[in-house]
């Protein structure tokens, strides 16, 4: 019985048997305090202690890498020779493959951009480029095509500006270069928009004014010109007049009618 987080927590391994010392072939690493029984220990299920024995003991972790406890194989591959981990990219338990994905080489991990769990796929999103990574914006998951589209070249983020989720397409708003953004102002979600009124030159930002969020408004009353300003200032909102408002008469105080006028 060992204490963590102050609870007494028993030793025990992955089938729910009890952890001991005596018939352990890493016994003899005791006395180096490369392992404690509770604390440091490849045997036991809790995985901050399995964690602890390799980053101890990373030598051992390719012995582990067959194991049939499916979190000890992770950690394994986690602290293992990345030469070791190629079969790895075929083992029935998605956590594996999902390290293997974030350890191996890139040329290794391209076919698992079509792995049938969302997790795989998702950090190979985090680690595969160009062609493999466009690839991947037609995911049938939006976390891994808006993990791809705020990785891929900027030059190729209109690709998916119209995306069925308004999560992806804030990505877009937010990478697409100024000079092919502006169809995006009419796009159907508000904090797309909003994105948009954020990037776009002042002067471009005459027609938000109109636009039904007031979010979107507030932010042309921050960033627009003086034409802007002068309808904003009686906008049915009462903080987008405030924001109009007290920008024109900032500006008046600069003697001049800023950006874009």
């Known amino acids: 019985m060992v204490e963590e987080a102050n609870e007494v927590v028993e ?43 390799f980053a101890n003991n990373p030598t051992l972790a390719g012995r582990y890498l067959s194991h049939p406890y499916s979190e000890l194989r ?9 030469f070791l981990l190629t079969a790895l990219v075929n083992d029935p338990e998605p956590d594996v493959r999902a390290m ?3 350890r191996l080489p890139y040329n290794r991990i391209s076919a698992l951009k079509n792995d049938p769990d969302r997790k795989v796929r998702l950090a190979a999103a985090q680690r595969l ?6 690839q991947m914006l037609n995911d049938q ?13 900027a030059d190729l983020v209109g690709l998916a500006m119209n995306d069925i989720e308004p999560e992806v397409r804030r990505v877009v708003a937010r990478r697409m270069p100024l000079t092919k953004l502006a169809p995006m102002m009419f796009d159907a979600d508000p904090l797309v928009r909003y994105e948009v009124a954020q990037r776009l030159a002042p002067e471009q ?39 109009a408002i007290g920008r024109l008469s900032a500006l008046e105080e600069e003697g001049g009618d ?3 006028a």
Not at 129 to 134: M, T
């Open 129 to 134: 480029e160009g062609a493999d990574l466009v």
């Open 205 to 243: 930002l005459d027609i938000l004014v109109h636009d039904e969020d007031l979010r979107v408004r507030y932010a042309v009353a921050e960033r627009g010109n003086r034409d802007a300003l002068m309808y904003l200032k009686y906008d049915r909102d009462e903080e987008v007049q405030a924001m």
């Open 74 to 82: 992770v950690l394994a591959a986690k602290h293992a020779s990345v």
């Open 11 to 53: 030793a025990v391994d992955w089938l729910g048997r009890p952890v001991s010392c005596k018939d352990c072939p890493h016994d003899a690493m005791r006395a180096q305090e490369r392992c404690d029984l509770g604390r440091i220990c490849v045997r036991d299920r809790r995985s901050k202690r399995i964690d602890r024995f």
């Open 141 to 153: 998951d939006y976390a891994i095509r808006r993990t791809a589209v705020a990785r891929i070249d």
């Open 100 to 102: 293997a994905v974030y």
């Open 258 to 260: 800023g950006p874009g």
